[in-house]
T-cell receptor, first 112, second 114 residues
C-alpha cells in the first residue's frame, strides 16, 4: 500500500547526542515536510523540500538538519544544538497539483 | 504573514452536533482542509473545500466557507465518542512556481461525553 513510513515510533536520547528520524514515502510525491508538535502549540514547520537535492528552512529550523538525496526519503537529524528536542515529530508529503498533505504516524523523541 | 486561528477545546454530548471554527488570513488560499488526529498518531485528512465553494457536505460532515470573513467551520452531526480527537484547520496557499507551504491552526480538542 502507498503511504508514508516514519521510524522509529519511539526514541530516547541522552543530552548531547544527535539522532536521525527516518521518513520514507512511496507516493511519488515531490514535496516533503517535517513538523514538530508540542501540546497546545499545533504543528510548527521545521524544514521542507519541494524537489530532490533542495530544501528550505521552516519556522523553527535551528538545531535541526535534513537531506533530500532521493525523492522517497527525507531524514531529519535532531542535533545536540537543539535546546528542547523532546517532542512529537511528524513527516508529511504532498502532490504538486493539490497541496494536500499525507502524514506519517509520527516519531516521539524523548531526551533523558 | 499567514495565521490560522482555532479555539483549543470543545466539549459536546454524544448525539449532539459539534461545530469547530477556524479563521485564516491568506486570501490567496485555494484549498482549505480539515485534518483529524487521534492520540499518538499522525494527521488524517477529513475533508477539504475549494475556495470557490461555500459549502461541502460529506455524510456527517458539513464544511462552510465564508470567504468575505475568512471563516471556515466544520460541523459534525450526531457526534460519537469515536469522534473525540484533535481537529486541525489548514490553509495551503499556492505560491509562485507551484510550491505549497501549509499553515496549520493549533488544533481543537473535541471531547465527546456520554
Amino acid at each position: 500500500d502507498g503511504g508514508i513510513t516514519q521510524s522509529p515510533k519511539y526514541l530516547f536520547r541522552k543530552e548531547g547526542q544527535n539522532v536521525t528520524l527516518s521518513c520514507e514515502q512511496n507516493l511519488n510525491h515531490d514535496a516533503m515536510y517535517w513538523y514538530r508538535q508540542d501540546p497546545g502549540q499545533g504543528l510548527r514547520l521545521i524544514y521542507y523540500s519541494q524537489i530532490v537535492n533542495d530544501f528550505q528552512k521552516g519556522d523553527i529550523a535551528e538545531g535541526y538538519s535534513v537531506s533530500r538525496e532521493k525523492k522517497e526519503s527525507f531524514p531529519l537529524t535532531v542535533t545536540s544544538a537543539q535546546k528542547n528536542p523532546t517532542a512529537f515529530y511528524l513527516c508529511a508529503s504532498s502532490a504538486s497539483n493539490t497541496g494536500e498533505l499525507f502524514f506519517g504516524e509520527g516519531s516521539r523523541l524523548t531526551v533523558l | 504573514g499567514e495565521d490560522v486561528e482555532q479555539s483549543l477545546f470543545l466539549s459536546v454530548r454524544e448525539g449532539d452536533s459539534s461545530v469547530i471554527n477556524c479563521t485564516y488570513t491568506d486570501s490567496s488560499s485555494t484549498y482549505l482542509y480539515w485534518y483529524k488526529q487521534e492520540p499518538g498518531a499522525g494527521l488524517q485528512l477529513l475533508t477539504y473545500i475549494f475556495s470557490n465553494m461555500d459549502m461541502k457536505q460529506d455524510q456527517r460532515l458539513t464544511v462552510l466557507l465564508n470567504k468575505k470573513d475568512k471563516h471556515l467551520s466544520l460541523r459534525i452531526a450526531d457526534t460519537q465518542t469515536g469522534d473525540s480527537a484533535i481537529y486541525f484547520c489548514a490553509e495551503i496557499p499556492q505560491l509562485s512556481g507551484g510550491s505549497y507551504i501549509p499553515t496549520f491552526g493549533r488544533g481543537t480538542s473535541l471531547i465527546v461525553h456520554p
